[in-house]
């Protein structure tokens, strides 16, 4: 992810981490594997947005990862309140084009990329 500019990356090993750390810190974005011990990506995304409307917090941008590929697939992950999706392998390509339609302008790849 570094060399997509982001500096500050937190990775855990399952969905109960993923919500415990969104309760804990403020993050831009949330890259969520679907397929997790304890806690799958599907219910962690629901967790996440059912605290966020409970709290009156700002709603954070979720990309589901995942090796399901099939239109359905995707269709599955913007259905739980996803906001983008990237199947794996992942393409640093489609990787780098969600996380510009997710991320507030000011905090897009592009902003913090140094010129070529």
Not at 52 to 60: A, L, Y
């Amino acid at each position: 992810m570094k060399k997509f500019g982001f500096v500050n990356i937190k990775t855990v090993i399952n969905g109960v981490k993923a919500v415990k750390a969104l309760e804990e810190e403020s993050f831009d974005l949330v890259l969520m594997d679907i397929q997790m011990p304890e806690m799958d990506g599907f219910e962690a995304t629901h967790q996440i947005r059912k605290t966020e409307i409970e709290s009156d917090r700002k709603r954070i941008p979720i990309i589901a990862m995942t090796a399901h590929a099939m239109r359905k697939d995707r269709d599955k992950c913007l259905s739980a309140g996803m906001d983008d999706y990237v199947s794996k392998p992942i393409d640093p390509k489609a990787l780098s084009e969600a996380l510009e339609r997710c991320l507030p302008k000011e905090k897009s790849i592009a902003a913090h990329l140094e010129p070529e």
